[in-house]
């Protein structure tokens, strides 16, 4: 019995559906992660550009938005493990320019802008209660990278009991293989896989039956 077999034959990868009402999550996509010569890489860049038509359909149909930012202190007291696994994380300061949201994707007003120092954007900061004061059901997730802050942030959407739904190619990782392997992992476990295309599919349907 191959893999795909195996997960079908005990349950998993079922939907867990689209809500009607949905939030948009733009996770990390600062210029430090888009950057091949600082922690980026891969097809990174590739999700930015693409993320750049769902940020526009989101933004056009009044969903709630949330990018996220790694902030340290500058006296490097909340420095901890994550730093030291990725020894450089400590200089994406407040002030930092690898810090600073890229260009294409600035937060208008309006958009909430979380800082964290964790991978997850949940963990330690107030996102979940955000949402739920939005009236949120449905978070739809962007930003990289697959295999780290968006998995973690995409693991703890869906213990806080909100649908998540990942944007396929509006995610992206510094290589290629962590990233098939999360996209695959995350459908099967965690939340539904769709594409931009999809995905602004289903927010014009929603639209359109309010």
Known sequence: MDDISIYGKQGFGNSSGFGRAP????VDFVNGFCDPDCFGGGNI????????ELLTQARKSDLPIVHTRIVYEEDGAENGVFCEKVPGLERLTETASISQIVDPLKPEKGE??????QPSAFFGTGLAAWLVGKNVSTVIVAGCTTSGCVRASVVDSMSYNFKTIVVSDCVGDRALGPHEANLFDMGQKYADIHTCEETIDAILNLSRNV
């Open 23 to 26: 939030a948009l999550l733009l």
């Open 45 to 52: 860049l590739d999700a930015v550009n693409q993320t750049r």
């Open 112 to 117: 909430h802008v979380v800082r964290k120092t």
